[in-house]
């Protein structure tokens, strides 16, 4: 069984920053792209980023503060957020890529979503 778990979220100012963490079990992540999405209230999930074993593809929104990482050893995606925006305020998930996506990734391209982590940034 496949199964995600982030972690990591909070409320910040702005300008400052969290590090999120998704935890996946009964898939390695090696031999997989996991992705990052958002949710803010009233608006449709999108994509953030997305890391593989030919590296990692950001949202423009996010480019330049934003980083995702991985820990093979603990099966662990990560998602350092710096520079931190009113916003980038929403609900974050993370997800497998189980259709290749060619362009930007779309949420129809992932499978086992996370339960989300919330992050809230006051400006």
């Known amino acids: 069984q496949v199964q995600l778990v982030e972690s990591g979220g909070g409320l910040v100012q702005a300008g400052d920053s969290l590090r999120l963490s998704c935890s996946v079990s009964?898939?390695?992540?090696?031999?997989?792209?996991i992705g990052w999405f958002r949710q803010a209230p009233g608006k449709e999930r999108e994509f953030v980023a997305r890391?593989?074993?030919?590296?990692?593809y950001y949202a423009d929104s996010v480019k330049g503060r934003f980083t995702s990482s991985s820990d093979d050893a603990k099966n662990t995606v990560y998602l350092q957020m710096n520079s931190l925006k009113p916003e980038d305020t929403g609900i974050y998930f993370c997800?497998?890529?189980?259709?290749?996506?060619?362009?930007?990734?779309?949420?129809?391209?992932?499978?086992?979503w996370g339960q989300g982590t919330q992050v809230t940034v006051s400006s």
């Open positions: 009964g898939r390695t992540i090696s031999r997989n792209r």
């Open positions: 997800a497998v890529e189980t259709s290749l996506s060619v362009g930007t990734p779309m949420p129809w391209h992932y499978e086992h």
């Open positions: 890391i593989g074993r030919s590296g990692s």
